[in-house]
């Protein structure tokens, strides 16, 4: 994705920590509309993944998007490795690589990038 201007926001309070856990952007690029959901690696969760893939489909077809994308953004190797198993599961891969954009097929033949971010 090239020329990317972020265009709005929600920020996600966690419930067990006094930060943010997820963020939801509604972004331009040169080829449309994104639907993306950052979230922090510590609260990935199946769980997690399930509600993330929901909210930033239906945001994309509410405004018209493109293209929809939930990334996982680690900054520790620890966070990193939990993670990534979560991700083998709901994207039933084997060896997810960071930094690497998987497509996951979701209802209605959308398409849903995903991918697993490091912070090094």
Not at 7 to 33: C, H, N, P, Q
Not at 59 to 81: D, I, K, M, P, T
Request: charged share 25%; glycine share 4%; proline share 1%.
């Amino acid at each position: 994705m090239t020329e990317l201007e972020g265009l709005s926001r929600v920020l996600m309070r966690s419930e067990t920590r006094t930060d943010y856990e997820a963020a939801w952007i509604l972004a331009r690029s040169k080829f449309g509309l994104v639907s993306i959901l950052v979230r922090d690696a510590r609260d990935f969760t199946a769980a997690a993944f399930i509600e993330d893939a929901n909210l930033v489909l239906k945001q994309a077809r509410r405004y018209f998007a493109s293209q929809s994308l939930v990334l996982v953004q680690a900054n520790s190797e620890s966070g990193l490795a939990r993670a990534r198993v979560v991700m083998e599961d709901v994207l039933q891969v084997r060896d997810v690589a960071p930094d690497v954009l998987y497509e996951k097929h979701a209802v209605e033949n959308e398409t849903l990038g995903v991918a697993l971010l490091s912070m090094g």
